[in-house]
T-cell receptor, first 115, second 110 residues
Framework: EAQVTQNPRYLITVTGKKLTVTCSQN?????MSWYRQDPGLGLRQIYY???????DKGDVPEGYKVSRKEKRNFPLILESPSPNQTSLYFC??????????????FGPGTRLTVT | RKEVEQDPGPFNVPEGATVAFNCTYS??????FFWYRQDCRKEPKLLMS???SGNEDGRFTAQLNRASQYISLLIRDSKLSDSATYLC???????????FGTGTKLQVIP
């Protein structure tokens, strides 16, 4: 089954404790992206990646890191989480033709609470 | 000015009604356009891509006007199951940075 998986689905942590949210896709997509969703603000792009070793900042990259060492995986790293990073996080992947982005397939979301 | 703007609604319409959503974008170099649907904080799912020539999928019609920089979605014969938040999405730049609108909430009433 074609899918994007994220882990964990729910996480409560404390300020400053490093964490990683994993994202994996089995569709051989070049493009992967991380979003956060907050009430009234919609989905905002954190980082995205066009292919292995190619990443770029989205609209809200501060406090986050990513890596793309393999095509299928795109982990999101919070080195020192703070309460303002409490949010619902989505990972997505897509085909990319070279000029147009295809349909994005989203993972089920990770609900993160930082106390 | 926001990069992608939508009327947040809510739009409350009776079953069978026709409803239209508009979305404006600020980056004239934007290349890819989409409407996604999101149910109650679940993951967004593609409703349809949007092309300059316009495209239709059953009861749904999407249109792109590059000159005026807006995207529209028309839903005919609304069903209760159409109740959701509709997200306008624009991808721009060589690396396809993606911007979502904040969404328009639709409630179809029996």
């Amino acid at each position: 089954e074609a899918q994007v998986t994220q882990n964990p689905r729910y996480l409560i942590t404390v300020t400053g404790k490093k964490l990683t949210v994993t994202c994996s896709q089995n569709m051989n997509h070049e493009y992967m992206s991380w979003y956060r969703q907050d009430p009234g603000l919609g989905l905002r792009q954190i980082y995205y990646s066009m292919n292995v070793e190619v990443t770029d900042k989205g609209d809200v990259p501060e406090g986050y890191k990513v890596s793309r060492k393999e095509k299928r995986n795109f982990p999101l790293i919070l080195e020192s989480p703070s309460p303002n990073q409490t949010s619902l996080y989505f990972c997505a992947s897509s085909l990319y033709s070279g000029s147009e982005l295809g349909e994005q397939y989203f993972g089920p979301g990770t609900r993160l609470t930082v106390t | 000015r926001k990069e992608v703007e939508q009327d947040p609604g809510p739009f409350n319409v009776p079953e069978g009604a026709t409803v239209a959503f508009n979305c404006t974008y600020s980056n004239s170099a934007s290349q890819s356009f989409f409407w996604y649907r999101q149910d109650c904080r679940k993951e967004p799912k593609l409703l349809m891509s949007v092309y300059s020539s316009g495209n239709e999928d059953g009861r749904f019609t999407a249109q792109l006007n590059r000159a005026s920089q807006y995207i529209s979605l028309l839903i005919r014969d609304s069903k209760l199951s159409d109740s959701a938040t509709y997200l306008c999405v624009v991808a721009s730049g060589g690396y396809q940075k993606v911007t979502f609108g904040t969404g328009t909430k639709l409630q179809v009433i029996p």
